[in-house]
T-cell receptor
Framework: AQKVTQAQTEISVVEKEDVTLDCVYE???????LFWYKQPPSGELVFLIRRNSFDEQNEISGRYSWNFQKSTSSFNFTITASQVVDSAVYFCALRLEYGNKLVFGAGTILRVKS | DVKVTQSSRYLVKRTGEKVFLECVQDMDHENMFWYRQDPGLGLRLIYFSYDVKMKEKGDIPEGYSVSREKKERFSLILESASTNQTSMYLCASSLSPYASGNLEQYFGPGTRLTVT
């Protein structure tokens, strides 16, 4: 069975601080996809990134970066120079290669204070 | 852009009422999903559908049923609402995993249901 763990329930930072959201996953399959979603106060989940299990390159997109390490089954998300607009719930999720379902972590609430 | 819409943002129902939550997507996606979101539990899959009239139970199907008569529309039905079904309900859609293209699920804005 697949499992995604986001151990950080809630994180509070001050604007311009860097913050890392942790994600650890479990699966016995060799081919899978990992995702990060953002859920702002409006409620709609917004897709941020997808990474497949064969691609361990880190990715950077503006202030966002992702560190995928198969050896530790982790897919961590870092926001550099956080802003108040980054305040949201962030979800990490896992999907198998030919699976339909996403398995979500419990989510991390990020509060960025000005 | 993919658009997933849900019929209501907020809904208040009484215990025992039959409740319909509607979801429509406009991208011809094969898959559609209903999730329930509760604090500390993340998103839990209730049901999903991979084709018209086809459905599969998710992790927490008890107390719910679904209907997919048209490809673009997926309905969640609470036959007899109970207070423990007070929650945020999220609909999503995606391509089949066997199709080429984006693999992401696209989500609607959610319906916050309160059962009193």
């Amino acid at each position: 069975a697949q499992k995604v763990t986001q151990a950080q329930t809630e994180i509070s930072v001050v604007e311009k601080e860097d913050v890392t959201l942790d994600c650890v996953y479990e699966t016995r399959d060799t081919t899978y996809y990992l995702f990060w979603y953002k859920q702002p106060p409006s409620g709609e989940l917004v897709f941020l990134i997808r990474r497949n299990s064969f691609d361990e390159q880190n990715e950077i997109s503006g202030r966002y970066s992702w560190n995928f390490q198969k050896s530790t089954s982790s897919f961590n998300f870092t926001i550099t120079a956080s802003q108040v607009v980054d305040s949201a719930v962030y979800f990490c999720a896992l999907r198998l290669e030919y699976g339909n379902k996403l398995v979500f972590g419990a989510g991390t609430i990020l509060r960025v204070k000005s | 852009d993919v658009k997933v819409t849900q019929s209501s943002r907020y809904l208040v129902k009484r215990t025992g009422e039959k409740v319909f939550l509607e979801c429509v997507q406009d991208m011809d996606h094969e898959n559609m999903f209903w999730y329930r979101q509760d604090p500390g539990l993340g998103l839990r899959l209730i049901y999903f559908s991979y084709d018209v009239k086809m459905k599969e139970k998710g992790d927490i199907p008890e107390g719910y049923s679904v209907s997919r008569e048209k490809k673009e529309r997926f309905s969640l039905i609470l036959e007899s609402a109970s207070t423990n079904q007070t929650s945020m309900y999220l609909c999503a859609s995606s391509l089949s995993p066997y199709a080429s293209g984006n693999l992401e699920q696209y989500f609607g804005p959610g319906t916050r249901l309160t059962v009193t």
